[in-house]
């Protein structure tokens, strides 16, 4: 049987970069390892002794699958001028560079939204494994592989394909041969399917769930309130400092940089704390004018000052039975602060322009994010109301300071935006969460939500979130890295800067016009003659390359 040509594989060697001073190996935007064969077929023969082969094969075969699917997401970006064939050949390939076996198309049908191949293996890794770590099989045992194919496949042609494997190298014969189509033309598909669902992994262990489960509930749900997510060790201290304070009826100053969560904290307080059921108001004292904040505050009684038509509760009133959180309590004026200091010592009010005194049963939990020392050092704070409003400080640490949160925290953002704007994100990808976690967060976390927002709008529907959908304009490429070259040997290479070409350019006495009309030709080689496409390449719209490929 004839086999299939692939198109010229550079554009997939260029997407493989090695950083071994970094220890990062990227394929795309995805990160890569390299594992030893013998190591892969020690793990394969611990999972056959200790779960069994079905609950083996199920596990492996849904880790290829979920590669196969990563890979697809890149595929559909490689070759987008290409034809269909060359985009989807862009998997065996893939499959080769990863070093998982020699891929021989045999027979490749895509038309009308079908499918149907054949490949041939040669030196699969899993054969080999298999061979090395169990010996002789009597049934195909390229799980993984297999695995992978159909998850690729899957993925590029948005409907289940199902790879089989008809001959296997593990069983003795020169090379493996798979066959795939759709699920639902095989005439054993609820078997095949079921290699591909969710199962637990350790059977034996089953009975064990609900006690695992009733521990897990134990353990993680005091975690898990609204709008609260963090397991590093700085958010769980200052979660700790928060939960023993929830059932007392301290005073809490709320402490951090601009853009960590204050009232978010504050929200979790009152929600933990036996006042839970009554108010919780919440005011920014920064933005409200200083003549109104000690009405807004304390209320207003009718004829208080021009315009008080009729009585009118403050916060405090509204608050009563609850909490009340006062954010950036640094900016009360010093009349404000005065009363403020008498309904801490009194627990009562009066209104602006009344005389009657209210008693009030408020929570008060502030926050701010100036240094109160330096304010009442300068004048511009009560010493008294800082004493009584520091009983109880909890500072909350800044994002940078808790980067293993980051994850969780882009993971309930993406679900939430994803919702929001209408959009379903597959997730982000590996290279685009190092750049989140390797940024300094002047912002926090309200900085990280925005970023998360424009990467979700931007992100393609059904897609991954990469690092230019995050930080637009500024790029996270590695300056020097090592490619694969043609001879299969790393090259060290520099990625090029604009500057570096105009250098390059300038020292070579390229004019103008001819570099310029060298571009537009081969983006137009590039493109396949689609001047439509060419000029996308370019920045451009069709009429303006076409004026400069006529001019």
Same mark, same amino acid.
């Given at each position: 049987m004839a086999t299939i040509q692939y198109p010229e594989g550079s554009d997939l060697r260029s997407l493989l970069r090695f950083l071994p001073e970094e220890g990062l190996i990227w394929l795309g935007e995805h990160r890569m390892l390299l594992l030893h064969v013998g190591a892969l077929a020690a793990l394969r023969k611990e999972l056959v002794a200790s779960v069994g082969k079905?609950?083996?094969?199920?596990?492996?075969?849904?880790?290829?699958?979920? !590669?196969?699917?990563?890979?697809?997401?890149?595929?559909?970006?490689?070759?987008?001028?290409?034809?269909?064939?060359?985009?989807?050949?862009?998997?065996?390939?893939?499959?080769?560079?990863?070093?998982?076996?020699?891929?021989?198309?045999?027979?490749?049908?895509?038309?009308?939204?079908?499918?149907?191949g054949e490949f041939a293996w040669e030196h699969s890794w899993e054969a080999q494994a298999h061979l090395q770590g169990i010996g002789t099989s009597d049934e195909p045992a390229c799980w993984m592989m297999i695995g992978y194919a159909s998850g690729y496949t899957s993925a590029f042609m948005n409907r289940f394909i199902v790879f089989r494997e008809t001959a296997c190298a593990a069983m003795g014969q020169e090379r493996c041969h798979i066959v795939g189509k759709p699920a639902e033309e095989w005439s054993d598909a609820p078997e095949l399917i079921g290699f591909f669902q969710e199962d637990p992994i350790v059977g034996r262990l089953l009975e064990l769930r609900e006690e695992i489960e009733s521990m897990r509930e134990r353990l993680v749900e005091p975690r898990r309130v609204p709008k609260l997510i963090g397991a590093s060790a700085a958010f769980l201290l200052t979660y700790d400092l928060l939960e023993r304070a929830a059932g007392t009826q301290v005073t809490v100053l709320l402490l951090g940089e601009t853009g960590v969560g204050k009232e978010r904290f504050a929200r979790t307080l009152h929600e933990l704390s036996p006042r839970k059921n009554g108010p919780f108001v919440a005011v920014n004292c920064a933005a409200i004018p200083e003549e109104l904040i000690e009405s807004e505050l304390f209320g207003v009684e009718r004829g208080a000052f021009t315009g008080a038509h009729a009585p009118r509760a403050g916060k405090f009133e509204r608050a009563n039975g609850?909490?009340?959180?006062?954010?950036?309590?640094?900016?009360? !004026?010093?009349?404000?602060?005065?009363?403020?200091?008498r309904v801490l010592q009194e627990g009562e009010i009066e209104r602006l322009g009344g005389e009657q005194v209210r008693k009030i049963d408020v929570r008060l939990v502030a926050a701010t994010n100036v240094d109160l020392h330096q304010a009442v050092e300068a004048g511009r704070f009560r010493r008294d109301l800082f004493y009584r409003l520091n009983v109880y400080p909890i500072h909350i640490p800044p994002l940078r300071e808790r980067i293993s949160d980051i994850p969780l925290l882009v993971e309930a953002m993406i679900a939430r935006f994803q919702s929001l704007h209408g959009k379903k994100i597959t997730g982000i990808s590996d290279k685009a969460m190092l750049a989140l976690k390797a940024y300094h967060w002047?912002?926090?976390?309200?900085?990280?939500?925005?970023?998360?927002?424009?990467?979700?709008?931007?992100?393609?529907?059904?897609?991954?979130?990469?690092?230019?959908?995050?930080?637009?304009?500024?790029? !996270?490429?590695?300056?020097?890295?090592?490619?694969?070259?043609?001879?299969?040997?790393?090259?060290?290479?520099?990625?090029?800067?604009?500057?570096?070409?105009?250098?390059?350019?300038?020292?070579?006495?390229?004019?103008?016009? !001819?570099?310029?009309?060298?571009?537009?030709?081969?983006?137009?080689?590039?493109?396949?003659?689609?001047?439509?496409?060419?000029?996308?390449?370019?920045?451009?719209?069709?009429?303006?390359?076409?004026?400069?490929?006529?001019?």
């Open positions: 079905v609950q083996a094969r199920r596990l492996l075969t849904r880790m290829g699958f979920v !590669s196969g699917m990563r890979d697809a997401e890149l595929a559909k970006k490689t070759r987008p001028q290409g034809t269909l064939r060359d985009a989807f050949v862009v998997g065996p390939q893939l499959h080769m560079l990863e070093g998982s076996a020699r891929v021989i198309p045999l027979t490749i049908k895509l038309e009308d939204g079908t499918f149907h609850g909490t009340l959180f006062l954010d950036e309590v640094g900016e009360l !004026s010093p009349a404000a602060q005065a009363k403020l200091l002047p912002g926090n976390v309200r900085e990280l939500e925005n970023v998360i927002e424009r990467g979700v709008i931007l992100a393609p529907n059904h897609g991954t979130i990469e690092v230019e959908h995050l930080f637009v304009g500024n790029g !996270s490429e590695e300056t020097r890295a090592h490619v694969l070259g043609t001879s299969g040997g790393l090259e060290e290479k520099s990625r090029e800067t604009h500057t570096d070409l105009a250098d390059a350019l300038i020292e070579r006495g390229v004019p103008l016009e !001819s570099f310029e009309r060298m571009l537009l030709h081969r983006a137009v080689e590039r493109a396949g003659g689609n001047l439509s496409a060419a000029a996308r390449l370019l920045g451009l719209t069709r009429p303006q390359l076409s004026y400069r490929l006529k001019k």
